[in-house]
């Protein structure tokens, strides 16, 4: 999504990015989101995938660590479940087979 405003980690004004801290495709809609300038966004996903986080902004990489701590927790907690409905399958299969 685009709109106008300022961009919050570089300060300049334009045209700028909503940018979901948690990822939408995990945690669905939520308000945890920043406005970031078409190039600082761009930046902030390059930063996601390459090994070099040579940029000395800590609020930039607070957000980074944020996002992929909460990823983390919503795999962990998707394998939970996961295990959960086999183990229940599992008991389920067992009591109607004895």
Known sequence: MQGEGI???CKNFGIVDI????????????DEVVK???NCHRAYHKALVTENLKNDDPE???YFFYRWKYGLLALL???CS???YFLKTLF???TLNP
């Open 7 to 9: 961009c919050d980690k």
């Open 19 to 30: 940018h979901h801290i948690l990822p939408k495709a995990i945690f669905g809609k939520n």
């Open 36 to 38: 970031l300038c078409p």
């Open 60 to 62: 930039f990489h607070f």
């Open 77 to 79: 907690i998707f394998l």
């Open 82 to 84: 996961l295990c959960g």
């Open 92 to 94: 389920v299969a067992q």
